[in-house]
């Protein structure tokens, strides 16, 4: 129960608190920045950045005109580069997700935030 965490019981009562830490994923989220290949249905691909992921999603930042809306399902592949030699390694190929949900991101950049909840669970 989140006063049980928080130590404060006023917490249970607003509605505000529980909206701020409610968390609908399963699995632990994973502040870790790889390479993501998204392929969008005209084929597209777009490379971006992911900010955190899971076993069952990933947040990236991609440019704002991309075009990915929620209900987009698109293919995508995880990329790390490899430490000793440089090379890319290849953590997910060939997996698909569907967008649960875009919002614009503050900076000087005009990026989209994108939610995606993958079809079947990755491990990376």
């Known amino acids: 129960m989140i006063t049980a965490q928080m130590g404060d019981e006023r917490l249970a009562a607003s509605p505000v608190a529980f909206a701020v830490?409610?968390?609908r994923r399963n699995t632990q989220r994973l502040c870790r920045k790889l390479?993501?290949?998204?392929?969008?249905r005209d084929g597209a691909k777009l490379t971006c950045e992911t900010k955190d992921v899971s076993e069952g999603g990933m947040?990236?930042?991609a440019p704002s005109a991309c075009g990915f809306s929620v209900g987009h399902r698109v293919e995508f592949a995880l990329h790390e580069p490899c430490k000793k030699t440089g090379r890319w390694l290849n953590l997910a190929e060939e997996c698909y997700a569907t967008v649960v949900r875009t919002e614009a991101l503050p900076g000087p950049d005009t990026k989209l935030g994108i939610g995606l909840c993958f079809d079947q669970p990755v491990l990376v």
């Open 35 to 40: 390479s993501a290949t998204l392929v969008g």
């Open 21 to 23: 830490f409610d968390d």
């Open 59 to 61: 947040y990236v930042a």
